[in-house]
């Protein structure tokens, strides 16, 4: 029987993207015919739920009950991936109580594949988390995604401060999401559809919809080029499924 | 039913014809089908909707909400032949974001059938150009405009491979003639009882050359 795979996409920091990141995610692993079940933290009301509602189920991390539901179900659950999108300011304590339930000592070992989205923000307090989330990062894979959907800068420009927050951590795998049109975001929003459905003109229900014509090939392009980041990671051999669904012409 | 034709005529330059050659193209259209929509996407040329108000909206790419007003109009497979006179400033955001939207491949799932007009020069930034639009549209679908006025004679050989269009030059009085903002290439067709004066003929040539143009994009039956 394959490994269960646990993924956490999360930040210290509000508004960086982790939601979206999550999605994309799941939109991915549904083209690659990965079975995926998925955790929206934003207890009582999610915003991953919204747009995944099928396969989403809303959890408080905090409570015991919660992280049973979680934890104590990765062998039994069909889904061989769970993504878990972890609420603000809550990936720091979240991973700690994973290391006190013996969850971080698993993967160490070998037990789960478990792998972490930590989404930055352009604060110099955003980028001070990674050497937070490093502590707990043995056994498990560490992504430090630089997503640019608001037109941030991560101190590109000055190397010396960009070097000491991104080499730092030795193991770290480095993810760029490109900037998605604002248009088409919140046209997305609205419609609180998968980015696939979005691309393929389709409703919450399969129906058909209106969705512009230019809106849904910005979204196209973006999520294609999202997706190429996933491919250069062998996001899908991480998950053991193997080579990635050809998308051929959409890059 | 045919693919709906959709025009673009573009050129990374200014005042190589584009306009005039619009404002050709819209009235054969209009004679030949009796309805035709024009897009005039110009900031600072002269305006395809001073000549032609009746069947032409101007439009922009400066923007998202421009784009999708302009571009979910051309998509659809309506029978409408649609003309674009695309100004120079809106050049390159035009063909980026065609590019991004993958507008070539829904055109082709939808019957609707994009060719670029490309108003040849001789200068850099047009050598330049060019090769871009080779790799974006297919050979079928891209045409040079051969304008003597602008290239005189000189048309450079990378632009004279494909399919190429040839507007002759008139003279100068002539130019000043249709240059005229009430000019209508159809009316003076229908009222110009002389049909061998060179204006005359000039029209018939371009109109010949547009029939044959849209003769060589039908898909060929076996």
Same mark, same amino acid.
């Given at each position: ?48 739920? +919204?747009?995944?509602?099928? %396969? ?41 109580? =994973? +290391? ?9 070992? $070998? ?7 930590? %989404? ?6 955003? =980028? ?48 760029? %999401? ?44 973006? =999520? ?15 998950? $053991? ?5 050809? +998308?051929?012409?959409?890059? | ?6 025009? *673009? ?6 005042? /190589? ?57 051309? *998509? /659809? ?34 019957? /609707?059938? #994009?060719? /670029?007009?490309?108003?040849a020069d001789t200068d850099r930034?047009s050598a330049?150009?060019y ?6 549209? #297919? ?5 040079t405009?051969d304008?003597?006025?602008?290239v005189?004679?000189e048309l450079p050989t990378a632009m004279a491979a494909?399919?190429v ?12 003639? *249709? ?44």
């Amino acid at each position: 029987m394959a490994k269960p795979v646990v993924i956490v996409v999360g930040a210290d920091k509000g508004g960086v993207g982790k939601t979206t990141v999550s999605r994309t995610l799941l939109d991915y692993f549904s083209a690659n015919n990965v079975p995926t079940r998925a955790f929206d933290t934003e207890s009582p009301r999610g915003t991953l739920k +919204r747009f995944h509602p099928d %396969i989403t189920e809303i959890v408080d991390m905090t409570t015991t009950s919660d992280q049973m539901k979680i934890f104590d179900t990765l062998n039994a659950a069909s889904p061989s991936v769970t993504v878990i999108d972890v609420r603000a300011g809550l990936l720091s304590p979240a991973l700690a109580s =994973l +290391r006190d339930i013996g969850f971080l000592d698993a993967a160490k070992a $070998g037990q789960i594949t478990f792998s972490v989205f930590h %989404i930055l923000g352009p604060s110099i307090a955003s =980028l001070d988390e990674i050497a937070e989330t490093a502590n707990f990062m043995q056994g498990a894979k560490y992504y430090l995604v630089k997503n640019f959907i608001n037109d941030t800068q991560f101190f590109q420009w000055d190397q010396a401060t960009y070097n000491s927050y991104f080499h730092r951590i030795k193991d770290a795998t480095e993810l760029t %999401i490109p900037k998605l049109n604002e248009m088409a975001y919140e046209q997305v929003e609205v419609s609180s559809v998968p980015f696939l459905k979005f691309v393929a003109n389709k409703g919450k229900d399969d129906e058909a919809a209106n969705y512009s014509f230019v809106l849904r090939g910005y979204v196209r392009h973006w =999520l294609a080029n999202v997706w190429s980041e996933f491919d250069r990671i062998k996001l899908t051999d991480l998950v $053991g499924a193997g080579k990635p669904v050809s +998308r051929g012409g959409e890059k | 039913m045919s693919p709906t034709p959709v025009y *673009i005529i573009c050129s990374p330059r200014p005042m /190589v014809g584009k306009t005039l050659l619009a404002r050709l193209l819209s009235e054969f259209l209009l004679l030949k089908d009796g309805i035709v929509s024009s897009f005039d996407i110009n900031l600072k040329e002269p305006s395809l909707l001073e000549y032609l108000p009746r069947i032409t909206e101007t439009a922009d790419v400066v923007d998202t909400f421009g784009k999708m007003q302009l571009m979910d109009r051309l *998509i /659809v497979h309506d029978g409408v032949a649609k003309v674009i006179d695309l100004g120079f400033h809106a050049f390159d955001e035009f063909f980026k974001m065609t590019h991004q939207i993958g507008f070539l491949k829904e055109a082709a799932r939808r019957g /609707v059938a #994009p060719v /670029v007009l490309f108003v040849a020069d001789t200068d850099r930034v047009s050598a330049r150009s060019y090769p871009t639009l080779q790799e974006y549209f #297919p050979a079928k679908a891209l045409i040079t405009i051969d304008n003597e006025h602008v290239v005189r004679g000189e048309l450079p050989t990378a632009m004279a491979a494909g399919q190429v269009l040839r507007i002759s030059a008139l003279p100068s009085f002539l130019k000043t003639y *249709i240059d005229r903002v009430s000019f209508s290439f159809t009316d003076y067709l229908r009222n110009e009882r002389d049909s061998s004066t060179e204006l005359h003929q000039w029209i018939r040539r371009n109109y010949t050359s547009f029939r044959e143009l849209e003769l060589s994009l039908l898909p060929q039956q076996s």
